[in-house]
């Protein structure tokens, strides 16, 4: 009888490692899940300001155009410097834009980094556990 007791606790025993590695597995892929939203979020944020970037660079060309159009028929009347100056103003408000934009959308900010650590740590936790038997 004590033989078949060692038998079900070594089976219990197993059953609730499977169990539990389950559930591991489960809230690793629930984590993950949650990281990546929150990771295309960001990146839909990113995508929104350079569309804005790229808006704001047609405007400020246009406005660039008209103040070269102006500074020349015009020959240095001030309204076409007034142009020129906000459209330069435009270029370099659309360039910040892009460039925040870009760095935003790396590809690396888009890893569930968090849950490559979590899982790293549980693969040690296991092989510890393997280990010591």
Known sequence: MS????????????????????????????????EISENVTKAGVAVGLIAGAAIIALVALNVLAAALV???????????????????????????????????LKLSSLAPTRTVKNVQRDAEAVKDVYDDK
């Open 70 to 104: 102006a500074a020349l028929t015009e020959a240095g009347i001030d309204a076409g410097w007034s142009a020129l100056i906000v459209g330069v103003l435009l270029g370099l408000l659309a360039y910040v834009l892009i460039n925040k934009g870009v760095n935003d």
């Open 3 to 34: 033989d078949n007791n060692a038998n079900k606790s070594a089976g219990s025993l197993l059953s609730d490692a499977m169990s539990n590695v389950s559930g591991l597995v489960r809230n690793e892929v629930d984590l993950a899940r949650a």
